[in-house]
């Protein structure tokens, strides 16, 4: 039997301030609804180190997705012409308590993944990054992984704390989660707390892109150059909003200067499409500290552009 396909709610069929508040005012729906793509926000920063407000992201970049449409006019992609795609909501976190609250998202996302479904996430901060990608592991194996960030995020520990938003990626080497040598880290950049910071990530096979390498030049060539590395399995992306230089995107915790451009993100995410790609994140918008709102916009057009390169979807 033909599955129904969800389209956004038009915006000239309901003013774009009106309208469901869902990601690109889609239907709310459940796993029950057999979904082959989910939005789903992870209310959560408990794990922040520096300015908080990310649990605040998901119903934010929800709002400025409203001006999302559903055909892209630059690649063609027309995901909702052949995925069914919809909005699952927040998960339930427990906002005082960490272990806990990592507990409820990792298994959230087993149902999800055991639903078929691929999500695309709002944080929430980076921790959660830890909790889905457990669950990606009991899925579908140790996974290759796409990280923009300003940050490594491999601290062994953050105040004695061996969970939060700066260990994510230490956690998951440690635990098997990630196939190492398809593990590409690009837009860090900034200060250190010891001299080789970076080095650790390239000990355990990752390729590092610090930002300076970006400056001033196209990412194309070197998004060939990750799909030749990352290929060959299945791949989680994560994108954290401070990998783009806060002159964009000033709504964030964490912040860093000199960081990657717009299109460099949009060159990043598009470069990845034909790939495998079994779920993505886009993490650690701060709305309180961007009130333009802009921040969030880029967040919301950033998990579409993710949504346009992921397997099945279609091109007009």
């Not at 869902?22 to 959560?44: I, K, N, S, W, Y």
């Not at 990608?133 to 940050?151: C, E, I, S, T, Y």
């Not at 994510?168 to 990630?178: I, K, M, Q």
């Amino acid at each position: 039997m033909t599955k129904t396909l969800f389209q956004p709610l038009s915006g000239n069929e309901m003013p774009r301030f009106g309208g469901p508040a869902t990601f690109m005012r889609l239907p709310a729906c459940t796993l029950e609804d057999q979904l082959d793509v989910g939005f789903v926000g992870v209310p959560l920063d408990i794990g922040t180190s520096n300015r908080p407000g990310a649990r605040l992201a998901p119903r934010q970049i929800r709002d400025e997705s409203r001006m999302l449409r559903p055909y892209n006019m630059a690649t063609r992609a027309a995901p909702f012409d052949s995925l069914r795609i919809a909005d699952l909501g927040d998960v339930a976190i427990n906002t005082f308590n960490m272990e806990k609250s990592v507990a409820i998202i990792e298994a959230h996302y087993d149902r999800i993944l055991a639903a078929g479904t691929i999500p695309l996430s709002m944080g929430g901060d980076h921790t959660i990054a830890l909790p889905i990608l457990r669950a990606m592991r009991r899925k579908h194996g140790p996974v290759g992984l796409v990280h923009v960030d300003a940050h490594a995020d491999i601290n062994d520990t953050m105040f004695g704390e061996k969970i939060a938003h700066g260990t994510p990626f230490r956690r998951a080497v440690e635990e098997g989660l990630l196939d190492c040598h398809r593990v590409v880290q690009i837009g860090l950049r900034g200060t250190g707390y010891e001299a080789d910071d970076f080095d650790w990530p390239r000990q355990q096979g990752f390729r590092v892109v610090q930002a300076e390498e970006c400056w001033n030049r196209s990412l194309v060539g070197l998004m060939e150059e990750v799909r030749a590395q990352v290929a060959g399995g299945p791949i989680y992306v994560s994108f954290d909003i401070d990998g783009i230089d806060p002159a964009y995107a000033p709504g964030t915790g964490t912040v860093e200067i000199a960081g990657l451009t717009v299109p460099q993100a949009l060159e990043i995410i598009r470069g990845l499409k034909g790939l495998p790609i079994v779920g993505g994140d886009l993490v650690e918008v701060s709305p309180p500290y961007d009130p333009t709102g802009n921040t969030a916009l880029l967040g919301a057009n950033l998990l579409y552009e993710m949504l346009c390169v992921l397997p099945g979807v279609v091109s007009r």
